[in-house]
């Protein structure tokens, strides 16, 4: 129940207002800014797409972080979410609506668009005979996969912390522990089974594990999809425990 009304109230966040040119134009800047700059200066084609893919994930993850935990302890600070859960609207459809639009949002703005643009980048630099559109496409979905992943933890953590702090912290410790050469060598010391739950490996390198992303976009074949389904658990995890957390919160 109020799913639909819930949902069109924050695709017109998206949509209605500057907020979608703003997202387009900044992830042009930087994501195929960098990637002109990278080909300019000499990077050659095959490390300046593994640049794109993981700055993408990298910086669109960050927003995402971002704008998950705003979108739930926004509302509740300034009272909002108390007003518009006294309509009829159940908990469940406020939060999947927070998460379908800006999920949709960040795909449109920060994946398709600066994606499609940087596979015309590379091609142009002479990677037209093993990139194809497929392969760059399934690339482009693992960065898509780990932006979901960031989403939907800091979504779960803004239904359990009321500050901004924790939610950030723990979200933003998470997707540099795995970036970090010093932080995933002791995460494979100590823990190596989270390399293979967790959506490090499919955007950078961990170890001598080479990025799934990478691999997909010039067509070699994957040692291992565990990382591509234990991230797609997670999320789903993420968005059931949210869920349940929030049904469970007072006004």
């Known amino acids: 129940m109020g799913l639909a009304n819930m949902l069109a109230k924050e695709s017109r ?9 703003i997202q387009c134009v900044l992830w042009l800047l930087l994501l195929n800014g960098t990637m002109w700059l990278n080909l300019k200066n000499g990077v050659s084609g095959p490390s300046a797409g593994l640049v794109f893919l993981m700055v993408a994930g990298l910086a669109v ?7 998950g935990q705003d979108s ?8 909002t979410a108390a007003w518009v859960l006294s309509k009829p609207m159940r908990r469940t459809a406020f939060v999947l ?6 999920s949709l949002g960040l795909l449109a703005t920060g994946i398709v668009l600066p994606g499609v643009i940087a596979y ?17 496409a399934k690339a482009m979905g693992l960065v898509y996969l780990t932006v979901l992943f ?28 795995g970036m970090m050469s010093f932080s995933s060598a002791l995460v494979l010391k100590h823990a190596p089974w989270l390399v293979a739950v967790l959506p490090w490996q499919l ?9 799934l992303a990478a691999l997909v976009a010039v067509g070699q074949h994957l040692p291992t999809v565990t990382p591509i389904i234990g991230t797609a658990a997670w999320c ?16």
Do not use: C
């Not at 966040?13 to 040119?21: K, L, N, Q, S």
């Not at 960031?150 to 410790?173: C, D, E, K, M, Q």
């Open 13 to 21: 966040a998206w949509w209605r207002t500057r907020r979608w040119w």
């Open 61 to 67: 993850s960050i927003a995402a972080i971002s704008m």
């Open 72 to 79: 739930i302890l926004g509302e509740r600070h300034s009272g």
């Open 97 to 102: 609506a927070k998460l379908i639009a800006l």
């Open 120 to 136: 015309f980048q590379l091609r142009a630099n002479g990677l037209s005979h093993f990139l194809s559109v497929a392969g760059w």
């Open 150 to 177: 960031y989403l939907t933890l800091a979504l779960l953590l803004a239904t359990f912390f009321h500050g901004r702090g924790p939610v950030l912290g723990i979200s933003l410790l998470v997707l540099m522990s």
């Open 203 to 211: 955007l950078a390198d961990v170890g001598s594990k080479k990025p």
């Open 236 to 251: 789903v995890l993420f968005v059931a425990v949210a869920i349940w957390r929030f049904r469970q919160e007072e006004f």
